[in-house]
């Protein structure tokens, strides 16, 4: 059987066409053929295809060679088109190859016609696939131009432009052929020629690099742009690189930032940002004693303005304290607001107490002056609390409380002022034997868990709980968190408290399982626990013992928490996300919030801080920090979880917004393990807020 060949004759004579059939057969072809022999076959034939050659005689009684070949090339089809004659002399047959015929033939010498359809054939799939190479080079080109971000095309030796998109060349201001005359380190600021050279070396080895920098325009001004960069082997080596202007996205990144560590009312830092710097300080301290003071203000009867003047008057007030304020501290010196009505000052430059005292008296006079409110004079007074380090502490969290302490007793007594004193703190001698019975608490299960929903805002399906310790006394009665949580994490019994709180967790999730409730389970982690390289490993024993699978489980930490010794914090949650453990930022919005450090986490979701939710309804700038920690923890590929939902309308203002989940009293508070497991049986449509 020979190779398949569809043949179009243009023939006038039978027995000449069956020639030309019968030599192609003896050279082992196989053809199937039409024979024409007029303008109108011709014209069929073309339509009815396809073909693989055409056989033309070059004079027909009523046709002829150039006409038909007229007709293909007019069908834009590209045939191999071979004449065969027995009268074509050596001038015609030039002129029939001019005008684009592919060879001919004489008819006393048919030996030539299998090489020339051979040779014709293999030519012409060539000219087909040079075509649509070069029609999908067309259309890759139009889509690389088309394309949002600039890609560049550069000599790995050089560092020179070799090609590249309108993109590219319209981001920076040049022409086309005026990027392409240049090199890398003319349009990238921090690329010269042995960083290059890294660069490059660097490619060789991974063959695909991801960084982000900045690009210099012809005017000198710069932009921040993500570089991906691929190293191409083809004819000779390449490197490809793809340049995203992300410009919006540091621009939102930094609103979110500056939104998280900063008062939206003042413009002052916030609490979060306060500690940070309070943190940093004892830590740059190392221990050497060098004094500094914490200030916590309060303003005295503001409730009763917000009331009679309303929040608006209230909001202002709150704004020219803090100008005051500010315009007052010493260099280097924090002014901050906390929240509400208070207001703090960290003094990190202190030579000796007198600084304390100049301090007050500095914000004193400040707030002396009336308040000009809608031309309605308001006297503003304050009290004030001082806590030093190393004398009243040298922890954050406690010069924190135990300037809160003084402050209080300033407001009682009505004294402008007042330092801290141990002996006018009444919370330490009963906080030092609650310790103690905690300690035994831990070991007799005087402890219970209750369990707060999170609900989907798709769905209405509760998908998960969190897990809240209580402390049931058995003299005292219930014993709320916020009395036993941070002295336990102070006195190191945050360790067997937490070891306790995950096992019961994972205990009561196998319950849930089992019976059908598939939830997963969180377990909020303290600083001391990230630092407690024994973590992973009693977790893992844990898991295996109760027969929990790893993603049934989630640990809830702050952004403070991590950041108090990154390193090794980063260490043991590397090794709980191994065994499939998953992690949810706790209070997101009121820590460091970085979104760069955020990345390198292993975490699944953030929780995004109450005091953003409860007020975003009404508060445009809430509403403006939970949209864009949304949408920024999506373009992460993170989930978002919303707590303090209180009411319908916090949940429909969460719904159109895209948030994923929803923790609150508007669905439930935390319940006992019995009353949840009731909730959990309603319709969802039909709970009771509990």
């Not at 960083?195 to 991801?210: A, N, Q, T």
């Not at 990345?599 to 403006?624: A, H, T, Y």
């Not at 917004?657 to 935390?670: N, T, V």
Request: charged letters at 25%; aromatic letters at 6%.
């Amino acid at each position: 059987m020979g190779k398949p060949l569809r043949v179009l004759i243009v023939e006038d004579s039978e027995d000449d066409a069956a020639l030309l059939v019968r030599e192609l057969r003896w050279n082992n072809y196989d053809p199937t053929f039409k024979r024409v022999e007029t303008a109108q076959g011709m014209s069929a034939a073309l339509a009815r295809g396809p073909w693989d050659v055409i056989i033309c005689d070059y004079n027909l009684p009523h046709f002829s060679a150039p006409v038909a070949l007229m007709m293909v090339q007019q069908s834009g089809l590209d045939l191999p088109f071979v004449i065969v004659s027995g009268s074509i002399g050596e001038d015609v047959a030039v002129a029939a190859m001019k005008s684009g015929a592919h060879d001919y033939v004489m008819k006393g010498n048919l030996k030539r016609l299998v090489p020339a359809v051979e040779r014709e054939i293999r030519e012409a799939t060539v000219r087909r696939e040079r075509k649509r190479a070069e029609e999908a080079l067309k259309l890759f080109r139009t889509l690389i131009d088309r394309s949002n971000d600039a890609i560049e095309v550069v000599d790995p030796e050089t560092g020179r432009f070799l090609d590249c998109n309108e993109k590219a060349w319209q981001d920076i201001g040049y022409s086309r052929e005026e990027l392409l005359s240049l090199r890398v380190s003319d349009i990238d600021p921090t690329i010269d020629p042995p960083s290059f050279s890294k660069v490059i070396e660097d490619l060789r080895k991974s063959g695909f690099l991801i960084s982000e920098g900045y690009h210099r325009r012809k005017d000198g001004s710069t932009f921040p742009v993500e570089v991906n960069i691929k190293y191409v082997r083809l004819d000779r080596d390449y490197v490809v690189a793809v340049v995203r202007d992300i410009t919006e996205r540091r621009q939102a990144e930094e609103v979110v930032q500056r939104m998280s560590h900063y008062d939206t009312l003042t413009g002052l830092p916030n609490r979060a940002t306060l500690y940070n710097h309070l943190l940093n300080a004892i830590r740059t301290d190392a221990g050497k004693g060098k004094p500094l003071a914490l200030l916590l203000m309060d303003l005295d009867r503001f409730k009763e303005i917000n009331d009679t003047l309303g929040h608006d008057r209230g909001d202002e007030i709150l704004r020219q304290v803090g100008r005051r304020v500010q315009e007052v501290v010493f260099d280097r010196d924090i002014a901050a607001r906390p929240g509400g009505d208070e207001f703090s000052v960290l003094l990190l430059n202190m030579s000796h107490s007198k600084d304390i005292d100049v301090a007050v008296d500095k914000i004193l006079k400040a707030l002396d002056p009336p308040f000009l409110i809608e031309n309605l004079p308001i006297r503003i007074e304050a009290s004030i609390g001082i806590a030093l380090y190393p004398d009243h502490g040298q922890a954050a969290e406690i010069l924190f409380r135990r300037a809160d302490i003084a402050m209080h007793i300033s407001k009682r007594v009505g004294s402008s002022y007042v330092m801290y004193d141990p002996a006018q703190d009444k919370h330490s001698p009963q906080r030092l034997a609650l310790m103690g019975e905690l300690h035994d608490a831990i070991e007799h299960e005087e402890l219970v868990l209750f369990y707060q929903p999170k609900v989907s805002l798709k769905t209405r399906q509760t998908i998960g709980v969190e897990a809240l310790v209580r402390w049931k006394h058995p003299s005292r009665g219930m014993i709320p968190p916020d009395q036993f949580i941070l002295p336990a994490e102070q006195t190191g019994l945050i360790h067997p408290m937490t070891r306790w709180i995950t096992a019961e967790g994972m205990r009561q999730c196998k319950v849930w399982h089992e019976a059908g409730t598939a939830l997963t389970v969180s377990v909020n982690l303290s600083a001391r626990n990230l630092l407690d390289p024994k973590l992973p490993g009693q977790v893992a024993e844990q898991l295996k013992s109760a027969g929990v699978a790893p993603d049934w489980m989630t640990f809830e930490i702050t952004e403070s928490a991590v950041m108090a010794d990154p390193a090794h914090a980063l260490d043991v949650l590397m090794r709980l996300h191994e065994m499939g453990i998953r992690f949810s930022i706790d209070d997101f919005g009121t820590g460091y919030s970085s979104l760069a450090y955020l990345k390198k986490l292993p975490v699944d979701s953030i929780k995004i801080d109450k005091s953003f939710v409860i007020n975003m309804v009404g508060n445009q700038n809430d509403e403006v920090i939970v949209r864009s920690t949304i949408d920024l923890a999506h373009n992460l590929g993170l989930k978002v979880v919303a707590e303090g939902v209180e009411n319908q309308d916090i949940w429909d203002r969460l719904a159109s917004l895209g948030c994923d989940e929803a923790q609150g009293y508007h669905m439930a508070r935390p319940l006992p393990t019995d009353e949840l497991t009731r909730w959990l049986g309603e319709p969802p449509m039909e709970r009771t807020v509990t």
